[in-house]
């Protein structure tokens, strides 16, 4: 990347952009694999790493996203941007944890909603 004229940071940003291995082109793949050999442990494999894979790739894209400033803005502390970066992913899942339980309280008391009219609104039918 040294010939694009990349930073080190933004040639790791551009790095895991590219390091995903793309769900949308390996799933359907190893689902055609499985179909023509049924016992293979490799799309079993696949199927579990490439969702974790994909997450670890979008969450450092989103750290060095923090550090990869254009040239035009003022510079900013390193602390300040690992700070920053810790707030950030500590915030994601406070924030996700909040809407997971509001979720299980929703789907577990969706029986109880009911109209004005005393008609129950989920019936499940």
Excluded at 3 to 18: M, S
Excluded at 95 to 121: D, P
Aim: glycine share 12%; proline share 6%.
């Amino acid at each position: 990347v040294a010939f694009l004229g990349f930073t080190f940071i933004e040639g790791l940003n551009l790095g895991t952009v590219l390091v995903a291995i793309g769900d949308g082109l390996v799933i359907p793949k190893m689902k055609e694999f499985s179909g023509r050999f049924p016992n293979h442990p490799m799309p079993h494999v696949m199927f579990m790493w490439a969702p974790l894979e994909a997450c670890g790739a979008l969450t450092l894209f989103g750290v060095l996203r923090g550090m990869s400033a254009p040239a035009s803005q003022p510079d900013h502390s390193f602390g300040m941007m690992v700070f920053a970066n810790i707030f950030r992913i500590v915030a994601t899942i406070v924030a996700g944890a909040c809407m997971g339980r509001i979720a299980g309280y929703c789907i577990t008391h969706r029986t109880e909603v009911k109209t004005f009219s005393g008609h129950q609104v989920f019936t499940g039918a």
